[in-house]
């Protein structure tokens, strides 16, 4: 992986990512089984994360809208993979949240299996956006997921949420914290992104991300 130094979301990144999602965002349909995925005729980026990370907010915040993935504060809302078209340019895949939801275990155990069936096998997936509430940093499960993409060879790049919830101290501590597990990940892109749905931080950067990983 190339020195953090050399990588940057740079201002041209930023604007080619608003732009993108300038482009109409449609909802395509919900799969719950590997045969229902969509033909893979389009680059796609995924958004993976604890059930209640804020996932859902933060998909909305991205694509400007208030109801494009629905929000819940009973984690576990998010029960199939989410498809949404960004224009005829890239798909926007929202998976279910793993670790804690409540639903019966063999439901939980037929997400995750989904979902790393998806992770090893669809060959037009650029980037896996792994969130991260700032508020806990990684955990058990969030090391978990991130050890069956590195072993996966899966690239994937953290994303903190809900930093308008920690104090800025606290904040820049999480921040190097996790950047020393970054390190440590072979297929976890170094760049960490801070975000906060509420307050609109970090979102366009995240969009320039995102263009960078489209176009890799």
């Known amino acids: 992986m190339s020195d953090l130094d050399e990588i940057k979301i740079t201002d041209d990144l930023i604007e080619e990512g ?59 809302r998010t029960r199939e993979i989410n498809y949404f078209t960004i224009g005829d340019e890239a798909f926007l895949v929202d998976m279910p949240g793993y670790g804690f939801a409540k639903v019966p275990k063999e439901m939980v155990a037929g997400w995750t299996k989904l979902i790393e069936k998806y992770l090893r096998g669809r060959t037009n997936l650029k980037r896996t956006f792994v969130l991260i509430d700032s508020r806990h940093g990684i955990k058990k499960k969030d090391l978990e997921i991130m050890e069956k993409l590195d072993s996966s060879a899966v690239l994937y790049q953290i994303v903190l949420t809900k930093t308008d919830k920690i104090k800025t101290g606290e904040l820049e501590k999480r921040i190097s914290e996790t950047e020393a597990i970054i390190k440590k990940h072979p297929a976890a892109f170094p760049l960490l992104i801070a975000t906060s749905s509420n307050k609109g931080q970090g979102i366009d950067e995240l969009k320039g991300a995102i263009i960078l990983a489209l176009n890799s």
């Not at 993108?20 to 033909?39: C, H, N, T």
């Not at 958004?47 to 576990?76: D, E, H, Q, Y």
């Open 18 to 76: 608003i732009s993108l999602f300038r482009l109409p965002i449609d909802f395509v349909k919900g799969v719950v089984a590997e045969s229902g995925l969509p033909a893979a005729d389009r680059p796609e980026i995924a958004f993976a994360g604890r059930s209640n990370v804020g996932k859902s907010s933060l998909i909305n915040a991205l694509c400007n809208r208030k109801n494009l993935a629905r929000t819940s504060n009973t984690p576990g």
